[in-house]
């Protein structure tokens, strides 16, 4: 793992430069306006830009991992933009990465990794990144999850020297770990040691958003100690058991400590596997009896196809379809939501898996999210959801939802749709009477 470390320090003068917006970069004075954006596309299932970050001395490092085919060279540039809100009309500052700075990885599966280093004093907290790769005229994909990523730095962001990585050394990249997995924790300079703690945690679905706020369950103050130790500097970690776990990396050298959460999950999460992952979801869709006996079914996985099947009244194909439908959508959600509990289990998860990915989402100044629905409001016109961040030590990236009274006929005309979809009753797999 030193060789990240080591992985295109920056020299002294190339950090002055890039302080002062030199090498010719684009954009150093004040752009011209442009319309607000819209994030929906960013919540699009399938493979995205990841980013994540490090602090180096006086300096930002990311860490970017293009999905496959990574298109990069002549046309294909890698551009940042530093907002000073996701409502902002007008950026801070707009450059251009030259490629000879951006220490491209190619990975075999075609994926494609990039590193480079910003001065901290031009991004305080509370600046929003804008990282977008490919041809400047691009406007629709504009914001394609495939090359656009946003960024939002807080002050843990600025202050972590220490990234997570792969077992091979490779920053991971994202913030929870599979049972078993092998993975470790790179700082900047010293290594530094490490204080694990697993928490227990009871990750409890979200509620409809008709919800009375003050129905909701109050959370512990303090979370219950389960185990903890300390590793030695540079040792990898395998945590056999899922779970919440809070990393404590620093001590060392007079670094100060800094906190992160890791969700430990089972099997091969975000993906399902089992049948007990089947049938949780569809909590969302059924009663605790209708769950219970899909559970005490011989063959709970036989099970849950029949209960799909049977919702589609015999049609084959369309029981294939919802199954594929609901089941794409969780795992797209747990990939997306995943926080102190599966993606699934939150407010977001909970809209995203019912009614889809939303048509459109606007981020606003103080962090709220709204996501427009085109249909699935009164007599079939619009709606919208609200989301208000509540960002916590375990849980820096989590909304929860604005419930409101009047979400409630709306919200069991979309669980009826999964219910009794319009096609149920067509097809050549359909039951006929004799």
């Not at 204080?195 to 509620?207: C, D, F």
């Not at 776990?245 to 993906?271: D, I, K």
């Not at 294939?320 to 998860?349: E, M, P, S």
């Not at 909304?399 to 096609?423: D, G, H, I, N, S």
Request: glycine share 8%.
């Amino acid at each position: 793992m030193r060789r990240l470390a080591n992985w295109g320090v920056l020299s002294s003068v190339w950090l002055l430069l890039v302080a002062s917006g030199g090498f010719g970069f684009k954009g150093a004075g004040r752009a011209p306006l442009v319309p607000r954006p819209d994030f929906a596309g960013l919540y699009r299932p399938g493979a995205r830009l990841e980013v994540d970050t490090r602090r180096e001395g006086d300096s930002l490092r990311l860490y970017l991992r293009l999905p496959a085919p990574a298109r990069l060279g002549p046309g294909y540039s890698l551009h940042i933009t530093a907002w000073p809100s996701y409502e902002a009309k007008q950026p801070l500052w707009q450059d251009s990465i030259p490629r000879r700075r951006q220490q491209p990885r190619p990975e075999a599966d075609g994926s494609r990794r990039l590193s480079f280093c910003l001065a901290a004093a031009r991004v305080p907290a509370g600046t929003v990144l804008q990282l977008h790769t490919g041809t400047p005229d691009a406007k629709d994909d504009y914001q394609e999850l495939k090359t656009t990523a946003w960024l939002r730095l807080t002050p843990a962001h600025l202050a972590r020297s220490f990234v997570l990585t792969d077992s091979v050394g490779l920053p991971l990249l994202r913030r929870y770990v599979r049972a078993g997995e092998p993975f470790g924790v790179d700082s900047y300079g010293l290594y530094q040691p490490v204080r694990w703690t697993r928490y227990a945690v009871n990750p409890l679905a979200a509620l409809p958003p008709m919800t009375n706020r003050a129905a909701l369950p109050a959370g512990p103050k303090v979370l219950p100690v389960l185990d903890s130790a300390t590793t030695r500097p540079g040792e990898a970690f395998r945590f056999a058991d899922a779970g919440l776990y809070a990393l404590r990396v620093g001590g060392a050298g007079g670094v100060a400590p800094r906190t992160l959460a890791v969700l430990v999950a089972e099997n091969n999460y975000p993906a399902l596997t089992t049948a007990a992952e089947l049938i949780e979801p569809l909590r969302y869709l059924t009663t605790s009896q209708e769950r219970q006996h899909l559970t005490d079914a011989p063959d709970p996985k036989r099970a849950v196809d029949r209960f799909w099947l049977d919702i589609a009244q015999g049609n084959q194909t369309l029981g294939k379809d919802l199954i594929r439908r609901y089941y794409g959508r969780v795992t797209a959600a747990n990939h997306l939501f995943a926080a102190h509990k599966a993606g699934w289990l939150t407010d977001r998860g909970l809209l995203y898996v019912v009614l889809g990915p939303p048509p459109s989402v606007r981020r606003l100044y103080n962090g709220e999210e709204r996501w427009f629905y085109s249909e699935g409001g009164v007599n079939g016109g619009p709606v919208t959801y609200t989301f208000r961040p509540r960002p916590s030590t375990f849980a820096p990236d989590y909304y929860e939802l604005v419930r409101r009274p009047e979400y409630e006929l709306l919200w069991y005309a979309a669980v009826e749709k999964w219910r009794t979809p319009p096609t149920a009753l067509t097809g050549p797999n359909v039951p006929r009477a004799r």
